[in-house]
């Protein structure tokens, strides 16, 4: 009896060492995929959703768009929380004009996206709904009707617009009119190191035409490019709510290039 005893006390004994192993190696996988998911975020690729009507219908409300860090460089709003307060970017370039950039814009708290308009130096301008840069009208042709909702329901009929920058990029706009808010302003002249973004629902977009809210937004705040669109759900519904998918999930929009 006194060996059996013996084996039974070393049994009893191991199993606890096993699950302490067990439970440090789980502890262990956990934070080694935090870190790498961290990396992830931060110095490559972030997800963003689409809660506004700025940016239909390129964008819609309920899209989710995955942002390149490294292709502009990085800044105090590339990584998490701002957390570096440090001004200017490292490994920085100047986005193209047609881009659609994520960024911070001076006076807000949260992340804007819209498309890169103005670049350091140039002279915006709208006249009677028609975007003018460096003195040049910028070409837009007629393609379609629609109707445009945005976050709060409200839906009203829009002119779609075929928009193409000097420099050959084509995208689509929208218009309620050309007689709006902001479809008649000032001469905008571009500082050194800043942007000029507007929405493409040119008539539902707080962009760099309101410099009270938004502004020449610094180059040292962008966030990243928007590259891919790789999710899309109607009304805005979380994506986990699994249950929900069926018939409110676009799937034709689903891992989609910005960029025709």
């Avoid at 070409?139 to 829009?158: M, Y």
């Avoid at 937004?217 to 699994?242: C, H, M, Q």
């Amino acid at each position: 009896m006194a060996a059996t005893d013996e084996k039974s006390k070393k049994g009893a004994s191991a199993a606890p060492a096993r699950k302490k192993s067990e439970l440090r190696e789980t502890v262990v996988v956990l934070l080694q995929a935090l870190l790498i998911a961290l990396v992830f975020r931060s110095f490559l690729y972030q997800p963003f959703s689409i809660p506004t009507a700025s940016m239909q219908s390129n964008l819609l409300i309920g899209d989710y768009v995955l942002a390149s860090k490294f292709t502009y460089g990085y800044g105090r709003y590339s990584l998490p929380l701002g957390i570096i307060p440090f001004k200017g970017r490292l490994f920085g370039s100047v986005p193209n004009r047609g881009d659609i950039a994520v960024f911070r814009p001076e006076p807000q708290t949260e992340n804007y996206i819209k498309r890169v308009i103005g670049l350091p130096g140039d002279h915006i301008q709208m006249r009677q709904g028609r975007l003018y840069i460096n003195g040049e009208m910028v070409a837009r042709e007629l393609v379609g009707r629609g109707t445009d909702t945005d976050s709060f329901g409200t839906t009203v009929p829009v002119l779609l617009y075929r928009e193409t920058l000097p420099s050959g990029i084509s995208y689509t706009i929208q218009e309620i009119s050309d007689n709006a808010g902001l479809d008649n302003t000032t001469e905008y002249v571009v500082p050194a190191n800043h942007l000029f973004m507007m929405g493409d629902n040119r008539d539902r977009s707080a962009d760099s035409r309101v410099l009270s809210a938004v502004g020449y937004v610094p180059l040292g705040n962008l966030v990243g490019k928007a590259e891919v669109r790789f999710f899309s759900i109607t009304d805005n519904i979380n994506p986990w709510f699994i249950w929900r998918w069926p018939g409110n999930v676009r799937w034709d929009r689903m891992f989609q290039s910005l960029y025709e």
